[in-house]
Each structure stands twice: as C-alpha cells, then as structure tokens.
C-alpha cells in the first residue's frame, strides 16, 4: 500500500516466485528471493532499495538464521546491497505458508 505522503507498506512477503511457488526450501535461498520479491515491489512503486526505511523479519527457526549468518549476509548484500535499514528479528512458532521458513514486511519512504 502506497500512501499519498509517499510511505510504502510491504505486507509480509514469503520465499515464493512470482507464480507462489517454493523454488527453494532451504533458509538462505527463501531469505534471498523474499527480499527480492521486496524489492521488486519497491522498484514497482517508483522506489529503491535505498527507500526502504524498515524490515521485520519472522523466523520459525532462530538456530537456523544463526547458523548460517556468513550465507545470509552473502545474500542480503547481492539484493539490497550496503543499504541496512532498521531491522527487527521476530521468532514465531509458525507461519500461515506451511513451506514458509521465513516471512519479511517492510516500509520504504518513496519521494
């Protein structure tokens, strides 16, 4: 949701493709295609990775993102670059997606 002073609200997005299929179960390859699918929504908006503002990311798994924090990082940067917006780590017990290892929303300031 766009609003009119610019503000972009990304509902929770998961580590699906375009067509809501999982190309991937594992952590890192779910994380790497729901931030693409972020900025892909943000760039559709007019916007930039540089315009996102917050992430909350939530977790079914805590040992699973600690574990593979060298991965992570590796792929966070090939889609959002050096841009390090605010950012919340949530653990959940489950998610709506049964495949679903991860869920980020975010909100971008697009001016």
Do not use: C
Request: aromatic share 8%.
């Amino acid at each position: 949701m766009l609003t009119s002073d610019g503000t972009l609200y990304v509902g929770g997005q998961v580590g699906w493709d375009e067509n809501e299929v999982f190309q991937t179960h594992d952590f890192t390859g779910q994380m790497e295609q729901v931030l693409k699918n972020i900025r892909a929504i943000v760039e559709a908006a007019g916007g930039s990775v540089t315009d996102i503002v917050r992430l909350t990311w939530y977790l079914t798994d805590k040992d699973e993102y600690l574990s593979h924090q060298k991965e992570i990082g590796a792929a966070y940067r090939r889609i959002l670059g050096r841009h390090f917006p605010a950012m919340a780590v949530v653990i959940v017990a489950d998610l709506i997606e049964q495949d679903a290892l991860l869920e980020i929303e975010a909100t971008a300031k697009i001016i």
